[in-house]
């Protein structure tokens, strides 16, 4: 029965190596890919296509929802509210009168997109790749222990699970300031985002969890050898 369920440990281990090395395969390329075409945005000229998006919010309110009619209101108040939304400033609104409603239509900063933005968001995108790698390649090696392990408790499977722990740390950072930089470099100033990926930090804590749950299970089969 122990010699069977070691038996799937192990072939666990070997599919796991044979998709870890697929995936990164296709980490690779993704990230050749991008770089190559980061490069040919960043060297070609950077006129040669900007796209301009006209940056607008529409609101609308209902008066007659909260029992009110239009007279009830200071429409130059409301063409002097100012709002943030993306890291854009909303401002100027010009309202539209319909009913018992009215419509507000606010301006921002047009957003601009050249090719040399593009070649930078590339280049994002590739550390983002680039981190995963990183990840596959300690998973890789959790499996390639897992193939040849006798027992899923020995010290050398513990630290590789706690390995691809430690490995999903740049991952959290990572995923809290990406929104920034490409925030950034889209409106060309400085935009702070604070954002955190709570499903990374999930995934570590599971995967620490394993490595200590499994750190005990040695300890048990430990006094278990030494009893016998």
């Keep these: 029965?122990?010699?069977?369920?070691?038996?799937?440990?192990?072939?666990?281990?070997?599919?796991?190596?044979?998709?870890?090395?697929?995936?990164?395969?296709?980490?690779?390329?993704?990230?050749?890919?991008?770089?190559?075409?980061?490069i040919f945005c960043v060297v070609f000229p950077e006129d040669f296509l900007n796209i301009t998006f006209d940056t607008k919010a529409n609101i609308t309110v209902d008066m007659e929802a909260i029992g009110q009619t239009i007279d009830d209101i200071d429409e130059e108040k409301f063409k002097s509210v100012t709002f943030s939304a993306n890291g854009k400033e909303y401002g100027d609104g010009e309202i539209t009168v319909d009913g018992n409603k009215f419509m507000v239509d606010a301006k921002a900063d047009d957003l601009s997109f050249s090719f040399r933005k593009g070649g930078l968001i590339m280049f994002g995108t590739a550390i983002e790749v680039a981190v995963i790698f990183v990840v596959f390649i300690f998973v890789g090696r959790l499996c390639k222990a897992l193939r040849k392990c006798e027992t899923p408790f020995e010290e050398n499977v513990i630290?590789?699970?706690?390995?691809?722990?430690?490995?999903?740390?740049?991952?959290?950072?990572?995923?809290?300031?990406?929104?920034?930089?490409?925030?950034?470099?889209?409106?060309?100033?400085l935009t702070i985002y604070f954002n955190i990926e709570f499903q990374y930090i999930i995934i570590m804590a599971i995967v620490f969890a394993l490595a200590y749950i499994f750190n005990y299970g040695a300890m048990l089969q430990q006094e278990s050898d030494e009893t016998l």
């Excluded at 740049?170 to 100033?189: A, Y």
Aim: aromatic share 6%; net charge positive.
């Design 1 to 38: 029965m122990k010699e069977t369920a070691i038996k799937k440990i192990n072939s666990f281990g070997k599919i796991g190596c044979i998709i870890t090395n697929i995936a990164k395969v296709f980490l690779v390329l993704s990230m050749a890919l991008l770089i190559g075409f980061g």
């Design 159 to 189: 630290n590789k699970i706690k390995a691809v722990g430690y490995s999903l740390i740049p991952m959290v950072v990572l995923s809290s300031i990406e929104e920034s930089i490409m925030g950034s470099i889209l409106s060309g100033g």
